[in-house]
């Protein structure tokens, strides 16, 4: 069984509020990933880390920042939410290049 | 960057096989599958790696093709659990830095 916590699990927020999504594992891993889903479709690359005070943006990162403090904590901040924002969002841990997922947020921008 | 998944979608009778193919426009380092059931998170099957293959489960098998920037996942006699999502993520670049999902395949088993 995979370590890895997203919180919260559902969220509803109104347009224009800023939020953070939480993401901690406790493997070790260093590298973690941040990944935008919308139901049945693919998972979208938003931001990627290879360890403390390393990111990386992916193909949706323009809306969004992420920080990498500490090896177990990967928090994704949208710092104006919109409905276009209203999607899943799955954080995981690599174990090499094997993924370990969190049971995801799903955000509802109204 | 994105990987391409053929086919889409596919529905199967129980103890069919199928297959999904996933072709990348770039070199790959390794391939991996992932099966995600509704509502939950992707679950890792297995992973391929430069110069070989590595079968993961006894009825389910993939082979990667590194010449054609491929990787085909092999389901055989399927069950009713098989139904689900089905993704190949790949690591891209000599150092394999970039990880990157396919478009998905919908796998759906009837009895």
């Known amino acids: 069984e995979a370590d890895i916590y997203q919180t919260p699990r559902y969220l509803v927020i109104g347009t224009g509020k800023k939020i953070t999504l939480e993401c901690s594992q406790t493997?070790?891993?260093?590298?973690m990933y941040w990944y935008q889903q919308d139901p049945g479709m693919e998972l979208h690359l938003i931001h990627y880390s290879y360890g403390v005070n390393s990111t990386e943006k992916g193909d949706l990162s323009s809306e969004s920042t992420v920080s990498r403090i500490r090896t177990e904590h990967f928090p994704l901040t949208l710092e104006s939410a919109r409905p276009s924002h209203t999607s899943q969002y799955l954080c995981?841990?690599?174990?090499?290049?094997?993924?370990?997922f969190g049971q995801g947020t799903r955000l509802t921008v109204v | 960057q994105q990987p391409v998944q053929s086919p889409q979608a596919v529905i199967l009778r129980e103890g069919e096989d199928a297959v999904i193919n996933c072709s990348s426009s770039?070199?790959?380092?390794?391939v991996h599958w992932y099966r995600q059931k509704h509502g939950e998170a992707p679950v890792f099957l297995m992973i391929l790696l430069k110069g070989g293959e590595q079968k993961g489960h006894e009825k389910i098998s993939a082979s990667f093709n590194e010449k054609k920037q491929q990787s085909s996942l092999y389901l055989t006699a399927s069950q009713l659990s098989y139904s689900g999502t089905y993704f190949c993520?790949?690591?891209?670049?000599?150092?394999?830095?970039?990880?990157?999902f396919g478009t998905g395949t919908s796998l759906t088993v009837i009895p």
């Open positions: 770039k070199a790959l380092y390794s």
């Open positions: 995981a841990s690599y174990r090499g290049t094997e993924a370990f």
């Open positions: 993520g790949t690591e891209t670049g000599n150092t394999g830095n970039q990880f990157y």
């Open positions: 493997m070790g891993h260093d590298k």
